[in-house]
């Protein structure tokens, strides 16, 4: 019997049975209906992977369940995924099994936080992904069922099932899915993963614990200053959880807003600087001006001011502001995504396992995506 | 469970579990004269709790000595140098979770 194969005392199904309905009674779905896996998908994603169905890849925690890669196999077919996705999510896997990512916190917090996915590079094409309009919402096969086959696995790995394992309080629909590739034809920065040091045709998956998209409007400014004053704003609120933890953040430019902003001549790494230096929140506010007591959050940034009136910025570092261009070519609008905090430590990861020359912060195969400021 | 003609195959997609629960540590009966080590995980309630458990247990069960450790992060494990630490020093750890 294979590793995935179903143990004797589950209860069999017979030739009538709905294996759509089966699966559910399992308990190993998202809560749509999955693919029934055959023994010929399995082994077409086997296949696509190059490896053998034993083959181990990690654990997934909080359970610690082994990911082999046919258990692997079983999850993303059961999403609706084509085999060819499977190098791309099996990266995916491992970068959130990165210990800095720190998995078994970001699967059991009662935060709302879920694995942002970012994809760059010739991959995106390859397997067809959205990186327009749209591009956080429905309607691509392989942005859909890349983030639900990741969902799936911890889930079913990782035991994060609602209110037993994964204690959040409220979640957010990106537990679905929550995978998008940057829009790099549209973009005038240079692609994400190249600012980390990597080559262009290198593909590349970076993950964040990460909030819903907050959108950000901005149909009147004509200047970078003026876009960049609308995402501000947007960062700059003592209710999401960077406020209160630090961490990292994600930023998505629209393709419009992006071109007003590189048309001035800011690159990347200004804009990161800029947004680090305006998105500044009041110290008073996130301890509510000592209403309750001293009562803040002791593992702020230790150069943070304590005093009320202290301005302090969202996170540690410009460089702990990841800046993407994703969306699509027409509508002037913007994306701020909080993180989970301090926590988790966000994972670059290529495809082919190169690493950037850069000096982040690389260690098996992986690059941590800390601060080099 | 086998595949026959009357029984589709199916998966479990769950994959097993070999890692091996830690067994918990013997209680002890008394604290008496116990050394006594206390884990802040650096959350505010938590520090609380056990920032007057503490107080109560100097105050009432004759331990031999105290020591507070802090966690570098309330969502991060302690560090194995922080748990050796721990272990090397002291009889008995408390800590708490409070959010």
Known sequence: ?373 | MKSTDSTPRVFDPRGVVSARPQRPALRRSSLAGAKVAILDNSKWNAGQLLRNVAVELERGAAIGEMRYYTKESFSRVATPEMVAEIVRDNDVVLTAIGD
């Open chain 1, 1 to 373: 019997m294979s590793v995935g194969q179903v143990e004797d005392q589950t209860p069999a199904p017979g030739a009538e049975t709905d294996l759509v309905e089966w699966y559910f009674d399992q308990g190993w779905t998202d809560g749509l209906p999955v693919v029934p896996p055959t023994a010929e998908k399995v082994q077409a994603v086997l296949d696509a992977l190059g490896v053998a169905a034993h083959e181990h890849i990690c654990r997934v925690a909080p359970r610690h369940g082994d990911l082999s890669a046919e258990i692997l196999a079983i999850n993303l077919v059961m999403a609706g995924a084509r085999p060819e996705y499977a190098p791309l999510l099996r990266t995916a896997i491992e970068a959130l099994c990165d210990p800095a990512f720190n998995l078994n916190g970001v699967q059991a917090t009662t935060h709302m936080a879920a694995p942002l996915m970012v994809v760059n590079g010739p991959v995106r094409h390859e397997i067809g992904m959205n990186a327009g309009h749209n591009v956080f919402g429905s309607g691509n096969r392989a942005n859909a069922t890349l983030g639900r086959a990741i969902r799936l696995i911890l889930l079913n790995v990782g035991g994060a099932q609602p209110g037993e394992l994964d204690k959040s309080t409220l979640g957010h629909p990106g537990k679905y899915t929550y995978c998008i590739a940057e829009n790099e034809e549209e973009s005038p920065l240079a692609p994400f993963h190249v600012s980390k040091g990597f080559a262009g045709d290198t593909s590349t998956v970076f993950v964040m614990a990460a909030e819903p998209p907050h959108s950000v409007t901005n149909h009147v400014a004509d200047d970078a200053e003026g876009i960049l004053a609308s995402i501000a704003s947007a960062m700059a609120t003592y209710a999401h959880n960077n406020a209160v933890s630090s961490g990292h953040c994600a930023v998505v430019v629209g393709p419009e807003h992006a071109s007003t902003i590189a048309g001035d001549g800011w690159d990347r790494g200004r804009v990161q600087s800029h947004l680090w230096e305006n998105a500044r929140v009041r110290f008073g506010d996130i301890a509510f001006d000592h209403r309750y007591g001293k009562v803040y959050n002791r593992n702020l940034p230790a150069w943070y001011g304590r005093e009320l009136e202290s301005r302090n910025p969202i996170v540690p570092s410009p460089d702990h502001v990841h800046v993407f261009v994703a969306g699509g070519s027409a509508g002037r609008f913007s994306a701020f995504i909080p993180g989970w905090g301090h926590m988790s430590t966000p994972v670059l990861r290529a495809l082919d396992g190169s690493r950037s020359p850069t000096g982040d912060d690389c260690l098996d195969e992986s690059c941590r995506v800390e601060d080099r400021s």
